[in-house]
């Protein structure tokens, strides 16, 4: 119809042009429209007697044959490669219209008839098919629609997605219903682009979707693509993309299979392979465009790789070989569910070339499958125009020697066309052709006056409806398949289901067999990856163990993932966490913090109790202490001995026996204290600690002060030899009170107010706590200790200045001594203690706790009994006490002080010249 409006178009054009004598010329030849050329297509047409006729478009062959270059006018290009599974796929369309003609329940008055083309699945071949379905190739019968002589109601197919885009680019102009059976592209669900395009297989969004679930499902991260040249293979890759980079899942690389032959190309994806670390690998690819691949990989002999199969190339015979399963066994991947279609198999083994010369197809696939000729045709045989893969101009033109003699036998023959145990997409090509015929169906059942179109509620007839009028029924369409799969075709003209996650395995006939270890299901509302519990997975690798495909591995723990710059997230290092961090799980992307008490091990794996530090009596430097002190204690002990049982001789009674008791006990307590400071701190050594050795400290130098007071004054006395001092021993002892009393006020004061405590210190060092205590207040501290201090500086001024008293024996002198080396220990004390740390800081404290006892123990104790023991005749009160200046017996001057021990409680030291 539209040619004849264009030819009249075109005639009116050359009339006008006539009339107005541009040319000057009369214009009598009639002019007619006249075909340059006619496509060069293969296929099946059944019309006659039919009131409707479905179109069909199948991959019979795979590619076309270059054109030769060196004719320049276009020519339609013909086709090689016989595809045994696309001739099947054809073969069950015309089953299926047969079936349904047979049906008295659909379309009853109405017999379908069918126009097949083969797209040698290339996109010109669509095309050509497409314009033929439009307008025919007869040269006098312009027309629309109806070319084999009835309305084309529809079209099934076409195979690949490129040839369904191209195809419904131009049916979809006419919005002539288009129903694919294997056409999985995404984009087909634009209705904007291709309105009149439905389809009885699944959009590939859900198939993207299902290969990350079951990526996830193994634990895979660093996964590889590949992808044929065409809008299958990239958008099937690019929403896997999309959907691997919102799981967290990386893309270790990204090829393209071309789909003519390139040597480059195909090295480039054939290396990717080889180099990547991935070791699994998406192949989004149809299996006729995958077996240059695929010989590649064998040639290169790529093993331990897992492939994961679209459903293109899942259940292919074209790559499911015996010879190619030590590289592509234990693929695994999703197919369109399985049917079984009864009296399918009949109907493909009804096949025979005898029947009509002019069926090409069935006499190449004749030749094809029993390697003959058929006598008599001109149907080349088996021809391969590619370049072969190692690049090398290696054509085939072989034509068989053998001829065909129509007796071969079908039964014989192992073939992917008469194989009907995988009717995937052949359910599909049944469903689409049922999907056309139902919605005729409800077409041919409108009422009129209820039918759905405006104004007028009216119907469309058979057979001159309008091709909108029928997309109408297919947009809403719904039934049950022969098998009871419900198939409804929503507004995107999508269909929702599942697929079957097949894994391939040798069976025991050393076959390729197709074990169904799982489901993918579909749905509105649900998207669910089902693994059968008891399937067992045959996986190619070495191990045949489960594939392990990381780009880094997993980080131990004691590390944390570091980012690398400009790479994906999968690939990282693994930096060891910080000293006092720790990451327990593999993988961490943090470090954790240690808790207060805790530090990281050496492995950084695991907080562990910080290790605690003090000054324990059981280490070699408490145990030494100890000793020291204890050895002190005793030789303190023996001296008091020594002055119990020397208590008589002048010695030890001249100047206050009594206080060199006191002084001794003050010694015991000064060295018992220091013990306080070794062991584990508590609250109660805390407290005692420091107490004790101020109280001590202003015991035992009271004393000795209450001594040189003694000696101080005995000599002011030589000295003026006219004053009269006298000092009784109780004030020397009140002295002594008085300075403890007031040691113990403000001790009482610093336990009450502040009180020292244990502490944890852990700034000092991190991995230990050191258990220290806490003195509280310094305040209190100095001024308990500042009392000892000012009392020492008495001490040592009094004997200081006494100290040239004449005597035989100079205590006055011993003590002075003694002060100094006091002095001496406790100055020195303060920088080592302020520079050392933890448990040393307590030993440096014991060690001048020690040092100056043991110095005013060795200065004040040491040369009396010396004297006592080893030189008793010293010991006589002629020698002992020079009575320098004494009057009476009762003052004497004793070496050792001014003694006042004489009869009584009273001494008084009457100074007289
Ligand atoms: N899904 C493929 C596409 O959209 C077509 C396809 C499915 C196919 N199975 C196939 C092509 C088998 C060739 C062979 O392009």
């Not at 409806?465 to 999508?494: A, S």
Request: glycine letters at 6%; one cysteine or more.
């Amino acid at each position: 119809m539209a040619a004849r409006k264009e030819c009249l178009v075109l005639g009116f054009l050359v009339f006008l042009w006539a009339a107005l004598g541009i040319e000057g010329k009369e214009e009598t030849e009639e002019q007619t429209c006249r075909l340059l050329g006619k496509f060069d297509l293969n296929g099946f047409v059944d019309a006659r007697n039919h009131s409707l006729v479905i179109g069909g478009l199948f991959p019979v062959h795979s590619r076309t044959i270059p054109a030769n270059k060196s004719i320049l006018e276009p020519v339609s290009a013909k086709c090689e490669g016989f595809n045994f599974r696309g001739f099947r796929w054809m073969k069950t369309m015309i089953h299926t219209i047969k079936e349904i003609n047979e049906r008295k329940d659909i379309l009853p008055n109405i017999t379908l008839g069918y126009q097949i083309f083969d797209t040698c699945f290339t996109i010109s071949k669509s095309v050509e098919a497409a314009l033929v379905f439009l307008t025919g190739q007869e040269e006098n019968k312009p027309n629309f629609r109806n070319s084999t002589g009835a309305f084309l109601a529809g079209i099934v197919g076409a195979g690949g997605s490129s040839l369904s885009v191209a195809a419904s680019r131009i049916l979809g102009l006419y919005y002539l219903p288009q129903v694919g059976y294997a056409s999985t592209c995404s984009v087909l669900s634009d209705k904007n682009q291709f309105p009149s395009y439905l389809r009885t297989v699944a959009s590939d969004k859900f198939q993207s979707d299902a290969m990350v679930k079951l990526i996830q499902h193994f634990g895979w991260v660093w996964v590889g693509t590949i992808a044929a040249d065409d809008d299958y293979g990239k958008y099937g890759v690019k929403i896997f993309e999309e959907k691997m980079e919102s799981a967290n899942l990386c893309i270790a690389f990204s090829e393209i299979i071309p789909k003519v032959y390139s040597y480059e190309k195909m090295q480039k994806a054939v290396d990717a392979v080889k180099n990547s670390t991935a070791r699994v690998i998406v192949l989004y690819v149809s299996d006729i465009d995958l077996s240059p691949f695929v010989l590649e990989i064998v040639f290169h002999n790529i093993t331990d790789r897992t492939w994961i199969a679209s459903e293109a190339w899942i259940t292919s015979a074209l790559i499911a070989k015996p010879e190619y399963f030590p590289y592509f066994g234990g693929s695994i991947g999703f197919a369109v569910p399985r049917a079984d279609i009864p009296g399918l198999k009949e109907f493909l083994y009804d096949v025979h070339p005898g029947k009509d010369p002019n069926d090409v197809l069935t006499i190449e696939f004749w030749q094809t499958a029993f390697n003959c000729t058929w006598p008599n045709s001109s149907v080349p045989y088996n021809i391969d125009h590619r370049m072969n893969m190692t690049g090398k101009d290696d054509r085939l033109h072989a034509m068989s020697d053998k001829f065909c003699t129509g007796e071969e036998n079908l039964e014989d023959l192992k073939n992917t066309y008469l194989d009907v145990s995988q009717l995937r997409i052949t359910n599909n090509v049944k469903q689409a052709v049922y999907s056309l015929a139902y919605a005729l169906d409800r077409l041919s059942r409108c009422e009129e006056g209820r039918g759905p179109y405006f104004p007028g509620n009216t119907c469309a007839y058979i057979p001159d409806f309008e091709p909108w009028q029928l997309m109408y029924y297919m947009k809403t369409l719904k039934f049950t398949t022969h098998n009871g799969m419900r198939i409804e075709i929503d507004e995107n003209g999508d269909v929702s289901g599942y697929y079957d996650i097949l894994n391939w395995q040798l069976d025991d006939n050393g076959e390729v067999a197709f074990v169904k270890v799982g489901e993918y299901t579909f749905t509105d509302s649900k998207f669910e990856l089902v693994m059968k519990k008891n399937a067992t997975m045959f996986w190619n690798t070495e191990s045949s163990e489960l594939p392990h495909s990381v780009c880094t591995d997993l980080c131990r723990p004691g590390t944390r993932k570091g980012i690398r710059h400009g790479e994906p997230i999968c690939c990282f290092d693994c930096i060891p966490c910080a000293d006092g961090h720790v990451s327990r799980e593999p993988g961490q992307r943090e470090c954790e913090q240690c808790g207060e008490d805790y530090w990281s091990n050496a492995q950084k794996n695991k907080c562990v109790l910080k290790e605690v530090e003090f000054l324990a009596y059981d280490e070699a430097l408490g145990f030494t202490l100890v000793i020291l002190s204890i050895f002190g204690v005793l030789v303190v002990l023996a001296v008091t001995i020594v002055y119990v049982l020397y208590r008589h001789t002048p010695l030890v009674s001249a100047n206050d026996r009594e206080l060199s008791f006191l002084i001794q006990l003050a010694l015991v307590i000064m060295l018992l204290s220091s013990m306080l400071f070794i062991g584990k701190p508590h609250h109660w050594s805390c407290v005692a600690r420091q107490v004790t050795l101020a109280m001590s400290f202003s015991l035992c130098l009271s004393c000795i002060l209450g001594k040189t007071i003694s000696l101080f004054l005995a000599y002011r006395i030589s000295k003026s030899k006219t004053r009269f001092i006298s000092i009784c021993p109780l004030y020397r002892k009140i002295i002594v009170l008085i300075s403890v009393l007031v040691e113990i006020g403000i001790c009482t004061a610093y336990l009450v107010l502040e009180p020292p405590r244990v502490f944890k210190n852990m700034q000092s060092q991190n991995i230990k706590i050191i258990l220290e205590c806490d003195e509280g207040s310094i305040e209190f501290l100095c001024s308990m200790f500042g009392i000892d201090v000012f009392l020492a500086l008495l001490c040592f001024l009094t004997t200081f200045v006494a100290r040239q008293l004449p005597d035989n024996y100079y205590e006055g002198k011993c003590i002075t001594f003694g002060m100094l080396v006091f002095f001496i220990v406790w100055i020195s004390f303060v920088p080592a203690y302020l520079s050392t740390k933890g448990k040393f800081k307590v030993a440096v404290e014991i060690f001048a706790i020690l040092a100056s006892s043991y110095g005013l123990l060795g200065c004040i104790f040491a040369p009396k009994c010396f004297i006592i023991l080893l030189r008793p005749k010293r010991n006589t009160d002629e020698l002992v006490g020079g009575r320098v200046f004494a009057i009476e017996n009762s003052i004497r001057l004793t070496s050792a002080s001014v003694s006042s021990e004489l009869n009584n409680t009273m001494v008084s030291a009457v100074v007289d010249d």
